[in-house]
């Protein structure tokens, strides 16, 4: 069985000169993921809903195929939009300098074992879901989340 392959005219000049040649293999095209998306959405007010048009919001992530995890992701997005307006309101000129390893980044997180919550320090690495602030914001959260003045 023989089979023409049409060569470029570097490839073609290479062989007629008699230089050696390495053959790889084409490189793989990369198709972008895509979240697949699902019959259930978070609304704009944090509800869960189903059967709507494609409006585009699988490709924002936010079409599940079932009820239940629309509604754990609706808490996980009221939490971390919550946390995200505080910072809005208590810090609104700060801004994460990923540049500036000596700038405190601060985040809020519960602690599963002591019921209870706390913040951390970073200064170098970003998280994707992570909501940043100043120290002093940070504290004064925690303390508002453990006395239950503010409630995600």
Partial sequence: MSKT???TEEQYSALQAGEAIT???PKPKIVPWEPKGGQ?????????????PDWGIAQFGN???????TETEAKA??????IAA??????????ADWGDSNQGKWGVYFDNLLGRWGSFYNSSYKSACEVYMPEQVARELVEKLNSGEVVL
């Fill in 63 to 69: 079409e599940f195929e079932t009820k239940e995890q």
């Fill in 86 to 95: 505080y910072v809005r309101e208590f810090a609104p000129d700060w801004k």
């Fill in 77 to 82: 997005m009221r939490a971390r939009n919550r």
């Fill in 40 to 52: 259930y959405c978070v609304s704009i007010n944090g509800t869960t809903s189903s059967g709507f």
């Fill in 23 to 25: 053959i790889e293999p």
């Fill in 5 to 7: 392959i049409t060569l």
